[in-house]
């Protein structure tokens, strides 16, 4: 955008001031072509929009990322979303998982934003807007959206304290950003360098890495980083060259390349050095810049080769080994200590899978993290009150690992978690609904199918459970497991019927989940003493799905704690284990007493298992 424009914006902000004391903004976008920086000056804070898929949910944590670092000490707010789908006037695509806007909101307000609005709230009745997603359509009707909303609202309700207590901290590791090389990329002769792709690859990388991140643009201050990454900045401003060099002086690894410092200001080429002042920082000289295309030239790493594409900046000494082509035994990475860090100089564009382990390298090497979570898990730090909170959000609809070095307390729950490997919410699964009955005599359902997984807890009584040709006569203590693939029929026994209680729930991580947690067969049984502790897990995930405030959150989280107990009392392998101990313990009882008038109570009382697991 024109010096001009950037001039008009802050005039119309200024009269604005004379006449209104509310504060002032613009909705930006990272696709727009314009000076971020220079628009947000004279405003009070930001705000932009993300219309983003699911399954591009890096492209919303940038965005979010960006705009936190973006005015330092300002807040800033995602003032436009889709709250179902992502279009444009163009077309649209597909819909948003059940829970993914939450998953995005939640993010963002992790990341440190004040604010989630949606667009539009009632589809317009001309049709100018008609592919976007709308809460209310133009005949007044709520549109699919409205779940997602609700789903949002009571995620804020469930957060805000928090939020309200904490705020983000200062990250570890930062990604320089910069709209001025950005309009350099754009006006550059080489096709293969195109700035918002590149820049948003990088920050992938470094989201592979498991570590909390800033997004930091040229004028903002780089002190107390331990890592900064430095792409495609394609002039280097004598400024942003001093804090580049104090950084590494004082700790830091600075990450600088591919393609930056090889422009003057005027977007020519130096005649004293390759990359000119920059050149100092790296300790090695740069020989040539070298044009792979078509050359079947290959960067080696770790005895990995990968493709190289691009043109590249070469040197004779450094850690990355050029295979094949005009520049073979050359390298494309040279480090250079400097004061209490260090300088890494990359020559050119890796292939995506050796740019992740090449971002990990660096990052494992200077930052210690005590949380580690599989792709897929946006990481945030906040902290407050002297402490430091872990912020881990699954952005997928697949659930994911995280693992800590030491134990830790869940916020949400008040539980001590032991380190080692946790699982986390994913968004697509829900628990549906929960309920208790007490049967009337040969009360049934089925035969049918059903369209969703519901589980049962026999808490007395009797019964009996069919499912795909299979009978079983259950109890107490005994559960059931219905699928949406079963053939099933039950009914209560008609002298003593059984009671029990259910959750129906569904997603596309269950069959993962449940068999993870050992729950891949329909009907088991517990140990009189577990009996009790299942019962208060059903019971509670009733009473949240009864509750005003968030209950779908809390009950699908009671229901992971359920089946995490149930994993780590009753996994797969553990009850096979336990299932041949047992059997050893009933026969030799069976065995000591057989000339004894002993029957199948006196056995499970002895045995310490219920009557119809010994049966």
Known sequence: ????????????????????????????????????????????????????????????????????????????????????????????????????????????????????????????RGGTEMPHAHLVTSWGAYSASCANVRDVSEAIGVLEPFLHATRPARAPVALLYSDKSRAFCMSETLSSIQYTA???????????????????????????????????????????????????KEGATVVIGPYSGWRTDDHTYFTDHAFGETEALFGTEVKDVAHFFGQHAAYEASGQLGELETI????????????????????????????????????????????????????????????????GIALYVREGDGKQYYCMVNMTAEPKKVRADAEYTDILTGELVQRGPVLPFSFSINVLYAGYEQCDPLHYAGPCYKKAYLWHIVLGGKGIFRCNGKEYRLGKGDMFLITPTDYIFYQADERDPWEYRWIKFDGSSVQYLLGNAGLSNQVFSLKEDQFAEAVNGFTEVLDFMRDETAPYLRATGRFYMLLGWYLQNFGEARQQTEDKLSFVKILDYINRHFTEDINMDEIARKSNYNRSHVY
């Open 1 to 124: 955008i024109s010096a001009a424009a950037i001039r008009y914006i802050g005039l119309q902000a200024e009269i604005l001031k004379k006449y209104v004391s509310a504060p002032l903004t613009h909705n930006t976008n990272r696709t727009f072509h314009i000076d971020q920086e220079s628009i947000f000056r004279p405003l009070d804070f930001v705000s932009f929009d993300d219309y983003s898929e699911q399954f591009e949910y890096e492209e919303a944590l940038f965005a979010a990322e960006m705009c936190r670092c973006l005015k330092a000490g300002a807040p800033f707010w995602e003032m436009e979303t889709a709250s179902s789908y992502s279009a444009n006037l163009h077309g649209r695509k597909g819909y948003h998982a059940r829970g993914y806007v939450r998953a995005q909101a939640v993010a963002g307000f992790f990341a440190g934003s004040v604010g989630f609005s949606y667009w539009l709230f009632r589809q317009h």
């Open 312 to 375: 590249g900046a070469v040197v004779e000494k450094g850690v990355g080994v050029i295979r094949g082509g005009y520049y073979d035994g050359m390298r494309l990475i040279a480090e250079n200590c400097v004061g209490k860090g260090k300088v890494v100089f990359l020559g050119a564009k890796l292939p995506s899978g050796q740019m992740d382990a090449f971002a990990e390298k660096y990052i494992a090497e200077s930052v210690r993290r005590p949380v580690v979570c599989e792709e």
């Open 198 to 248: 590149d820049i948003l690859a990088c920050y992938k990388s470094i989201l592979k890495s498991s570590v909390y991140r800033d997004i930091v643009y040229e004028s903002g201050d780089l002190t107390g980083y331990k890592v900064i990454f430095v792409p495609y900045v394609m002039h280097i401003s004598p400024a942003l060259l001093e804090k580049l060099a104090s950084a590494a």
